[in-house]
């Protein structure tokens, strides 16, 4: 069953790439709906592995793939009317590396063997790499390239950090199975030395393909120039998946007793991207590099909530979700934005609110929430890692924290705002359509609705993930 989850997007999208058109369509929205069910019915029912496999159904695992399958199921129907209004030569492409993009980050969010997973990761870049390419543009050309050598290189790097991990379970002469669940039994026992080195091996190389700076060089590039189905889907559940590498390792390393070391990683390289990205920010001129700017603020808000733990632990896993309903949220509404105005660029953009209402309502909400404000959940998300960095001892971070998150906020604010309410554009080239305004509200209603309600067995799926090391939601 663990398995149908990602062979079923990986065959059909490799059946979609010779289909017309018309039918490849239907098969993108046949494929977000089945792979949600089996992704349910995994959650809920499958009962969890004896033996040691390739695969499993752990908790951390289980919810990136549920975030995964649900903002799929939004963009799926958004793509195939926003390719419509592009006239897009390549849609077959499109449609079928959608397809396959989804399977291999739904491998990389089951695999439980340490290779699988880099090799899963490996196949997100090349299955993800066409949908950046696909306007076949001088930009995209640099971007597509970027992203791959870029992103390559530290996924070799993290290649060379499981190396280095299974090197310290040789030198404790233990004889487990190179699984995650294997050697987190056996943590005690590993070489400390070569599993600090594979811990930094891994941090660099999976924090390129996160989103971490100084590693991040490829993303604004590749999130601007990627139509915007393909934008959310690399910042809503992309990065996530590389996330999900790095917190298996992490976990490895408290198990061991480590934590403080690789805590410690984690904080200064989640402060400096917090960092990075509110300068960038700042007068940023393109409004999808600023949204692919804060995906780095908040994969650095992620790093830095799991680095304190406590408290921390269950902020960054719930911020984990609500920053991928909202950036998804709002990569739509951008692309929206693309389709009304024609360019990317925020001083050509103004009159929002006046030209497009409906659009303008989601972007201004989505921008509300990715800052923080309430009623969405990065408010509580936040405000859970601030509290949780202070009752671990870490005031100085929690105060960098807050002061990053100003820069952040401002510069975001000043671009939102002149967006929706600068000197008013004569006319838009695509009116809005309800087909294209609702799953981007679709997704930000949710992250309200999971604010002030969660779901028992969501509830219960985050515990899990964050109780072996420590993770709690009473501080």
Same mark, same amino acid.
């Given at each position: 069953m663990l398995e149908a989850i990602f062979f079923l997007p990986l065959l059909t999208g490799l059946l979609t790439l010779c289909l017309p058109v018309r039918s490849g369509r239907v098969v993108l929205m046949a494929v977000a709906l089945l792979h949600l069910g089996l992704t349910g019915f995994c959650w809920l029912h499958a009962p969890a592995p004896? &033996? *040691?496999?390739?695969f499993g159904n752990g908790p951390a695992g289980v919810l990136v793939l549920l975030v995964i399958s649900f903002i799929f199921v939004c963009i799926a129907p958004y793509s195939i009317f926003y390719m419509r209004e592009q006239e897009m030569r390549s849609e077959p492409i499109f449609l079928g590396c959608m397809q396959l993009f989804l399977g291999t980050m739904s491998m990389a969010a089951l695999a439980d063997h340490p290779i699988v997973l880099w090799i899963a990761i490996e196949a997100t870049t090349l299955a993800s790499a066409p949908l950046i390419f696909i306007n076949r543009s001088k930009k995209a050309l640099e971007a597509t390239w970027k992203y791959v050598l870029i992103c390559s290189v530290g996924i070799a790097l993290a290649l060379l950090g499981f190396f280095f991990i299974t090197l310290a379970l040789d030198?404790?002469? =233990?004889?487990? *199975?190179?699984?995650? !669940?294997? &050697?987190n039994e056996a943590a005690r026992q590993l070489d400390p030395l070569w599993l600090r080195t594979g811990f930094i091996f891994v941090l660099i190389g999976f924090g390129t393909k996160m989103g971490l700076a100084p590693m991040h060089t490829?993303? *604004?590039?590749?999130? !601007?120039?990627a139509p !915007? *189905?393909?934008?959310?889907?690399? !910042?809503?559940?992309?990065?996530? @998946?590389?996330?999900? /590498? =790095?917190?298996?390792?992490h976990c490895l390393m408290v198990l061991a007793g480590l934590g403080e070391f690789s805590g410690s990683l984690l904080i200064g390289f989640g402060l400096l991207s917090i960092a990075v990205a509110g300068i960038f920010i700042l007068n940023q001129p393109d409004y999808k590099r600023m949204l692919a700017y804060s995906s780095i603020e908040n994969m650095g808000v992620i790093a830095l909530g799991i680095g304190v733990g406590g408290l921390g632990l269950y902020g960054a896993m719930l911020h984990l979700i609500h920053h991928s309903l909202l950036k998804s949220s709002l990569f739509l509404s951008a692309g929206n934005l693309v389709l009304g105005f024609g360019t990317k660029l925020v001083a050509q953009c103004g009159g929002m609110a006046?030209?497009?209402?409906?659009? @303008?309502?989601?972007?201004?909400?989505?921008? &509300? /929430?990715i800052s923080g404000l309430p009623p969405f959940g990065i408010f509580v998300s936040e405000l859970m890692i601030l509290t949780g960095a202070i009752q671990t001892g870490h005031p100085i971070a929690a105060g960098l924290f807050i002061a990053a998150?100003?820069?952040?906020?401002?510069?975001?604010?000043? =671009?939102?705002?002149?967006?929706?309410?600068g000197p008013v554009r004569e006319e838009v080239l695509v009116p809005e359509q309800t087909v294209r305004i609702v799953p981007p509200l679709a997704l930000l209603a949710t992250s309200v609705l999971l604010c002030v309600w969660m779901p028992e067995p969501l509830y219960e799926t985050i515990t899990s993930t964050i109780a072996? =090391?420590?993770?709690?939601?009473?501080g």
């Open positions: 004896h &033996l *040691p496999t390739y030198r404790a002469g =233990i004889d487990v *199975p190179l699984t995650f !669940s294997a &050697l490829w993303l *604004p590039d590749a999130h !601007s120039e !915007s *189905p393909a934008s959310a889907l690399l !910042s809503g559940a992309l990065l996530n @998946c590389a996330f999900l /590498g =790095i917190y298996k390792v006046r030209l497009l209402p409906r659009t @303008c309502l989601g972007f201004f909400a989505g921008f &509300l /929430g998150l100003v820069l952040v906020v401002a510069g975001f604010a000043r =671009i939102a705002t002149d967006m929706a309410f072996m =090391i420590g993770g709690t939601l009473h």
